[in-house]
């Protein structure tokens, strides 16, 4: 893996730009790609926001500062794309946030790119009871391996308030899954 | 543990006690949680993903620049004279507005009217006014007075018996 510094640095410079982002993409692609799916839930969605972030990545690295961490800024911007296409799908249908979410969930039993389980249909759906926060959180900290240190610059949250919000997210779902034994 | 009688010089990271049962308590509802999430990707996704976005960048930077007609500056420049032009004219027209009916002569509208400018006969005044109008149009009962009328009907009518009346 190529240090981040360096990589920022050739980057920002014009002969190195279209090598380093190709590194970058090998490196970050499918670690932004679960991290936006776990949001969107379905591919073609998610495939979309990879997409503009890496287009966002391209276009804005010239005005990226390091006294913040590359990865920090990238995982911020792919969830910024991740909650916005979700904020216009829902002013486009004229339905709340939460309709489409619930729609997206719904849509999963049929979705061929979901071969969760019953347990695993019903864990995204205590997910989703969740507020957008301690989803983040929860899925970031439960399914990837961020330390609390790298979730908080990330998330803009004290390492404090991430480990409350990661344990109420964790309370939160296990009552969830234990008393909604079927569906 | 302070009293024991020897330090053993071993630390614990900050609040590490006060967040152990929590952590705890996670672990062991971590086991009602399912490890994998059951999300997948289409076959080859990824090596196809690179070349799409390669792709996109490429459009992007063959793309000619598009340099505006207006620029920033100009438009800055287009609404504050726009703005000044606001200003200078609500100005102006504030001064004009104090020009009121209440300023005009009386004779200045008389000479109007005798002049000609304004053709309307009493035919043309009824008919803007409606029945409601008409009705409650107050006559002014003190046009003539008991003794100007008085005088004119002595001079003007010679039946002194209608006068007796």
Redesign the interface.
């Known amino acids: 893996m190529v240090e981040e510094k360096e990589l920022v640095s050739a980057l920002q410079s014009e002969h190195q730009k279209d090598a380093a ?2 590194s970058l ?2 490196q970050y ?2 670690r932004l ?2 991290h936006i ?2 949001i969107v839930l379905n ?1 073609d969605d998610t ?1 979309d926001v ?2 503009n972030t ?2 966002k990545i ?2 804005n690295i010239g005005k990226f500062k390091s006294d913040s961490k590359l990865y920090t800024w990238m995982y911020r911007i792919a969830t910024n794309e991740a909650i916005t296409l979700i904020n216009k799908k829902a002013k486009k249908n004229n339905i709340t946030i939460e309709s489409v979410k619930d729609q997206a969930l719904s849509n999963l039993k049929s979705d061929v ?5 019953a ?3 019903k ?2 759906k205590a997910i989703a009871t969740l507020p957008q926060k301690q989803q983040l959180v929860f899925n970031m900290k ?2 990837e391996d961020h330390t609390y240190e790298k979730l908080s610059e990330i998330l803009n949250t004290s390492v ?1 308030g991430l ?2 919000s ?2 109420i997210a ?2 939160k ?2 009552t969830y ?2 008393t909604n034994e079927t569906f | 543990m302070e009293d024991k009688k020897h330090k053993h010089g071993f630390n614990t990271p900050k ?1 590490y006690f006060k ?1 152990f049962d ?2 705890l ?2 672990k062991l ?2 086991g ?3 490890k ?7 076959e080859g ?2 090596n196809l ?2 070349e ?3 792709n ?2 490429k459009n ?1 930077k063959e793309q000619p620049k598009v340099i505006p007609i207006l620029s920033r500056k100009t438009i800055t420049y287009a609404i504050s004279i726009a703005a000044c032009a606001v200003l200078v004219f609500s100005i102006i027209n504030t001064n004009a507005s104090k020009i009121t009916l209440d300023n005009l002569q009386f004779t200045t509208i008389e000479s109007y009217i005798e002049d000609g400018n304004l053709s309307f006969d009493s035919y043309d005044v009824a008919l803007l006014l409606n029945d409601e109008d008409l009705e409650n149009l107050v006559f002014d009962e003190e046009i003539f007075s008991e003794e100007t009328l008085e005088k004119y009907l002595l001079e003007n009518i010679d039946d002194t018996t209608l006068l007796l009346e």
């Open positions: 982002f190709r993409l090998s692609k499918e790609y679960w799916r776990k591919h495939d990879l997409q890496f287009i391209f276009n790119y979901f071969e969760g389980d347990i695993q249909l864990l995204q439960y399914f404090g480990k409350s990661y344990h964790v309370k779902i296990t899954l234990k | 609040d967040d929590d952590r308590f996670s509802s971590e009602y949680i399912p994998k999430d059951g999300f997948t990707v289409p996704y990824f993903f690179e799409t976005v390669l996109r960048v992007i």
